[in-house]
C-alpha cells in the first residue's frame, strides 16, 4: 500500500493512500470543474477538453511520492534517515506516460512542478549545483551527488513499479468517464524521463512568452493548489442556493420588485453600477440585489465584498452570518483574520476554560478557519481592497487569488474612506480584473464626489449610476449642525451641560493624546461618577480594545450585564462601522467626509426628531500632524461650507447639503492627483508580467511594507507576550499588541522610546519583539497607550 500521508495527530496516526488523496482531490476538481465552468473552458485544447486537463493535472500531482525513500523515510516518523528531494518533480514526469501535444504537456508539467516550491531557481539548485550555469546534470561539471540523489529517487520509483501500475490503472478504470475518448496510461517505466530535464528547459526559456502560456499554467497551477488543500483537508466548495431577492422580499412582507426601496429597486440589473444613497438606506440589501441577477445565471459565482477597515469587516461577517442565504457561507481576509476567528470561537465557546489545552484547541481551529478562507470554498470574502490588490504583488498563493477573480462579483462599501493614492490603484486594479478575468463591478457609498465619480465611470467603464430623488434623500436626514468657534478642550463646559442634562454624548478629537485628555477631564468631575464612560482609540492592545467594544456594543442590545454607555471619547477610531446610537456630538473639524461618517453615529436609529453635531472651528498642532498640508486644504474648504450653510433650513443635515460640500472640497484638483496616480500605477503594471515559477518575495516584501503597520508591545504585557510565545499561542500573543505606523516607530526608536527586546525560546532560537519603554510610556487598559510628560515633545506623534 503506497501512501499520500502518514503522521500523528492528537496521539493518532492518521494514513491516507496516494489513491485515497487522488479520489479526495478529483472529488474538489469535479467541484471546481462545476463552479468555474468558464474558466475551466479556457484550459480547453485542440485535443482534449479543459476539464480533462484538470482531471490528468490533479491524478498525477503527488505520483511522485510512490518512490521508495519517501515511503520509507518521509513517512516514516522512527526513521533515523533525512531524505530531502522534491516529489513534485519526480511527480511531473508521470505527464510523460500520456500522449499529449507539447504544448499541454508543458502546462501540466509546470503546474505540478510548482504546486508547493514556488521558484525555479531553487526546483533547479535540487538538480543542479547553486552558483553553477545550469547544464545538463550528465555534463562534465554537474553536480556528481546532486545526480546521484536524483537518479536514487527516480530509480524509487521503479521499486514500486507493480504497484503504481495499479494505481494509474485504478485511475484509467475508475475515472474513464471523464475522457471522450479513453485514456491510455503508458506503464513502461522508461518513458518516464527525467523531471530535471524540465527543470532545465524551462529554466533557460521561461523568458519565452511564445514556448509557454503563462496564463494557462498560473491559471491551472491555481486550481491544482485549490483542489489539493481542499482535498486533504476534506473541504468541500458550497456556493448561495436561495434566490436572495425572494429571500429578501419575504423578509421584509414584500409583494414585488417595486416595493423595495428606490435604491434597492434600480439595483437590480446586471450593469456594473455605482449606487449613491445614505447611511441606513439597504445598501448593503441593494448590492446583493445586483449580485442576485448575476447568481441566477451561475450561482456558483464568487463574491468580493470589499471594505476598508478591520472593524468594518468584523461587523459584516457577523451581519451575512445572521441572513439565511449567506449562513456558514462566508469567510474574511484581512491581516488580523485569524486574530477575529480566535475571538469569535472564545466567544462561541463562551470563554469556556482559559487552559492552555483549550487555548491550544481554539487556535489551531482559528487557523485552521483562516486557511480554508483563502481557498475557494465559501462564496462570500468579506476583504480589504489590499486582499485584492496584492495578487498583484506575487505574495503567496498568487495564483489561487486570479484563479478566485475569474467571473467574480466586486462589490465595494465605502468607496468614499480611501486617500487618492489607494483609491487610483484600486481603480487600475479592478479595471484589469474587468478586462482579463470578467470581473464584475458594483460601488457604493453614501457620499460619493462627484470628479471621484467621473473617473470611475470613465476607467472602469461604467454607465449606470444609482442615485435616490432629492425628496426620497430629505427622509434620511436625522441631525443639526451647530459650529462652536475655539478649540474642543477650551469648551467643555458646553459638554458638562449636556452630560447633566442627561444626554448620551459622543466626543470625537483627531489625536488620541486629546482624547486621552478630555477622558481624564470629563472622568475626574465628581458630578459624573455614576456616568458609564468609555475611550475608544487605536493606541489599546487588541485585548483591552475588544473588551471596550465588547461593553459599549453590549450596552447599546441592552445584553446581560451591560450598562448603556453615556459618554464615549475617542478618535476616528469610532467611526468605523461600530453600530452607535448618541444623542449629541462633539467633534474637531475632519474634512466633510469624515465629518459625515462621525454624524452618522448620532440619531442613527431615530424615527423622528433631530440629533445635534458640534463642530470645533479651530485645529491645533495635533491636527496639523495627522494631517498633510493637501488635507488641512480639505478642512480649510470644508470650514468655509458649512459657514455658508450655518442659518439655512434650521441647520439641518441632509445628504444633498453633504454632497454639495464634498463637491467642492474635493474638486478638479483632487481628480488631477487621482488622474496622476493612475498614470503612475497603469505604468507600473504595464510592466507586469505574472511568469509562472519565479519568486517575487521582492515585490511581495513591497506590497507588504506599503501597507502594514508594526506591532509594538507595552512593557507590562511583555511578560505574558513571551509567555504566549514560548507556549506557542501565537493568536492569543498578538492580543498584546498595538499596531503603529513606520513615522512614528522611527521617531520613537530615535529616542529609545521604543526598543527591541529579544529573547530565547525554549527551543534555543530567539525571538524579536518591539517594546513601549515604561520610562516613556503608561499604559493600562482604560487609558491605552500613553505618553509620560517627560518635557521631551513626544505628545505630537500621537
Known sequence: MLYAKKHYEDGKLVKETIAEHIDNVIKVSDEIVKVFPELINNLDNKYISGRETVFLTVSLHDMGKCTRQFQTIT???????????????????????????????????LAILGHHEKDIHKLSNVCYSENMDLMSMFDIGG???????????????????????????????????????ELNISKNFDNLGSGCNIIEQYYLNYNNASKYNYKKILLLKGILITCDHLGSGHNDICSINMDIKKYFMNKFSLKRDKDFRVNQYKSITTEDSILISPTGSGKTEASFLWA?????????????????????????????????????????KHGKAAYSYFKGLLDKYNNSSDSMENIKKIEKEAKLMKQTSREICKPVKIVTPHQIIKAFYRVKGYESLITEFQNSLFIFDEIHCYNDELLAMIIVVMSYIKKEYNGKLFFMSATFPEVVKNIITAKLNINNVITMPNDELKKYARNKFNLIDGLIENNVEKIYHDIENNKRVLIICNTIKKAQLLYKKIKEKKEFKNKNILLLHSYFAQRDRDNIEEKLLNGEKNIRRFKKVDILIGTQAIEVSLDLDFDILYTELAPIDALAQRFGRVFRKRKSGYGIVNIFTEWDKGTEFIYNDKELKFLDKTLQKLHEYNGIDNNIVNDIMLQEIINYVYNDDYAKKIYKNIEIIEEKFSRIKLIPLLDYSRESQEFFEQFDGYKICPEC??????ECIQNGLYIKASSYLININEIKLIKYLKNNSIFKNIFKLHNGKED?????NSSYFDYNSEMGLEEKDNGIGLGKFL
Not at 534517515?81 to 507539447?102: A, G, M, P, Q, T
Not at 537518479?151 to 471522450?180: M, P, R, T, V
Open 717 to 722: 504585557y511583555l511578560e505574558e507576550y513571551k
Open 768 to 772: 524579536t519583539i518591539l517594546v513601549a
Open 292 to 332: 442576485n441577477e448575476h447568481l441566477k445565471f451561475n450561482n456558483n459565482r464568487r463574491i468580493f465584498y470589499v471594505l476598508p477597515y478591520t472593524a468594518s469587516i468584523n461587523g459584516m461577517y457577523y451581519r451575512l452570518q445572521e441572513e439565511d442565504f449567506s449562513k456558514n457561507k462566508v469567510d474574511i
Open 143 to 181: 553536480d556528481s551527488k546532486k545526480k546521484d540523489i536524483y537518479e536514487d529517487a527516480h530509480e524509487g520509483l521503479y521499486y514500486y513499479w507493480n504497484e503504481i501500475c495499479k494505481i494509474l490503472d485504478y485511475i484509467s478504470l475508475k475515472y474513464k468517464n471523464k475522457f471522450q475518448e
Open 75 to 109: 513517512l516514516n516518523p522512527d526513521s533515523n534517515e533525512y531524505w530531502n528531494f522534491r516529489h513534485e518533480i519526480l511527480s511531473c514526469e508521470f505527464v510523460n506516460l500520456i500522449k499529449l501535444d507539447n504544448e499541454l504537456k508543458n502546462i501540466i508539467e
